[in-house]
């Protein structure tokens, strides 16, 4: 079975710190990664994609990939009040529709002023 | 992104009745759009995937006939969930996704049954 674990946290860090959101899965024939934003009561927000190993960068988010350790992580940096929320990572595989797009159980960040 | 409308964004009904959820993909054409579900404090799990003029393909333990799934154009699906009991209570969302890429979420129906 295709599974997308994160720790459920909560992670809290302070205001302007970073904070690291760790997301790994079991499907080695995975293609595509993202990460997203949920408010509570509301449905999710894509933050990041990526599709090749490395590091993307989208302002102050960093989305990291390594398919070999079959682990991808979302970094924030300059945490503020408002990036608290759950973050979901979601993987897709090989083709295919949004079908086989796995979601994990979601992450609970929590910034502190 | 795609831009996904979902209505109505909170329901309360009686036990026994049944409730319509309405998606729709305003600037574009979907021939596939999804619907999950979330229970508190779970992930989102995939339902089933509504396809335009077809029936719709349900995922394993969910029951069809109970969520009614009705796809009859490109910008268009609806769920019906029939004779709701408060074990149905959930946050139920569509998506649409632009071939082998991300989904694009609706906001999302509260759904409380008494």
């Known amino acids: 079975q295709k599974e997308v674990e994160q720790n459920s946290g909560p992670l809290s860090v302070p205001e302007g710190a970073i904070a690291s959101l760790n997301c790994t899965y079991s499907d080695r024939g995975s293609q595509s990664f993202f990460w997203y934003r949920q408010y509570s009561g509301k449905s999710p927000e894509l933050i990041m994609s990526?599709?090749?190993?490395g590091d993307k960068e989208d302002g102050r988010f960093t989305a990291q990939l390594n398919k070999a350790s079959q682990y991808v992580s979302l970094l924030i940096r300059d945490s503020q009040p408002s990036d608290s929320a759950t973050y979901l990572c979601a993987v897709k595989g090989y083709g295919g529709s949004q079908g086989n797009l796995i979601f994990g159980k979601g992450t609970k960040l929590s910034v502190k002023p | 992104g795609a831009v996904v409308s979902q209505h109505p964004s909170w329901v309360i009904c009686k036990s026994g009745t049944s409730v319509k959820i309405e998606c729709r993909s305003l600037d574009f054409q979907a021939t596939t759009m999804f619907w999950y579900r979330q229970f508190p404090k779970q992930s989102l799990m995939l339902m089933a995937t509504?396809?335009?003029?077809?029936?719709?393909?349900?995922e394993q333990g969910v029951e069809k006939d109970k969520f009614l799934i009705n796809h009859a154009s490109l910008t268009l699906s609806t769920l019906t969930v029939t004779s709701a009991h408060p074990e149905d209570s959930s946050f139920y969302i569509c998506?649409?996704?632009?071939?082998?890429?991300?989904?694009?979420f609706g906001q999302g129906t509260r759904l409380t049954v008494v």
């Open positions: 509504s396809n335009e003029g077809s029936k719709a393909t349900y």
């Open positions: 998506s649409v996704g632009r071939g082998n890429t991300e989904a694009f």
């Open positions: 990526i599709y090749s190993n």
